[in-house]
T-cell receptor, first 111, second 115 residues
Framework: LAKTTQPISMDSYEGQEVNITCSHNNIATNDYITWYQQFPSQGPRFIIQ???TKVTNEVASLFIPADRKSSTLSLPRVSLSDTAVYYCLVALDTGRRALTFGSGTRLQVQP | EPEVTQTPSHQVTQMGQEVILRCVPI?????FYWYRQILGQKVEFLVSFYNNEISEKSEIFDDQFSVERPDGSNFTLKIRSTKLEDSAMYFC?????????????FGEGSRLTVL
């Protein structure tokens, strides 16, 4: 499984854009990149998934360069409720391969 | 919106006792998972289940653990002879299947405290 590396923590203020970068140098051709969010004492929640270039949904954007060795999760105009741990995962897009969570990035949003 | 439900939300048990954690995955999902998270640590994969059999398991999932889908809706994790280090939050997750978005839907978790 491709190993991911992301910052342990980040701080931001309400209304700012937050970009969390994840490196996955040994990503395989068939791997997808997925980001999850976890609030304290809750299960992780899917945010976004992509394979290449840019993906955008109502919550976030995911930027993936051509070499796919890294990805950046972009959260526009964060609020206090975006304070959470964000996990970058890389895995084959098949149900048989379990997702492995790394340590994640703890985002603290200040007022 | 369909969701994964887990019971109990919190269970306290004595060391050496057996515990069964229950999960009801989303009804049309085909893949089921158990993860655990020790307080302050990362989410760890335990086991995945598909077509009524284990498809993958981690080194954590030893003979102390077992999973079962006793009927068409429940998915259980049994921990035999619990140890202090089994204290953690246990999350059940399910996924629709191949060709889906790849999203894992997690339950709210069952907190296990072993005394």
């Amino acid at each position: 499984l491709a190993k991911t590396t992301q910052p342990i923590s980040m701080d931001s203020y309400e209304g700012q854009e937050v970009n969390i970068t994840c490196s996955h140098n040994n990503i395989a051709t068939n791997d997808y990149i997925t980001w999850y969010q976890q609030f304290p004492s809750q299960g992780p929640r899917f945010i976004i998934q992509g394979y290449k270039t840019k993906v955008t949904n109502e919550v976030a954007s995911l930027f993936i360069p051509a070499d796919r060795k890294s990805s950046t999760l972009s959260l526009p105009r964060v609020s206090l409720s975006d304070t959470a741990v964000y996990y970058c995962l890389v895995a084959l897009d098949t149900g048989r391969r379990a997702l492995t969570f790394g340590s994640g990035t703890r985002l603290q949003v200040q007022p | 919106e369909p969701e994964v439900t887990q019971t109990p939300s919190h269970q306290v048990t004595q060391m050496g006792q057996e515990v069964i954690l229950r999960c009801v995955p989303i009804s049309n999902h085909l893949y089921f998972y158990w993860y655990r998270q020790i307080l302050g640590q990362k989410v760890e994969f335990l086991v995945s289940f598909y077509n009524n059999e284990i498809s993958e398991k981690s080194e954590i999932f030893d003979d102390q653990f077992s999973v079962e889908r006793p009927d068409g809706s429940n998915f259980t994790l049994k921990i035999r002879s619990t140890k202090l280090e089994d204290s953690a939050m246990y999350f059940c997750a399910s996924r629709e299947g191949v060709g889906d978005t790849g999203e894992l839907f997690f339950g709210e978790g069952s907190r296990l405290t072993v005394l």
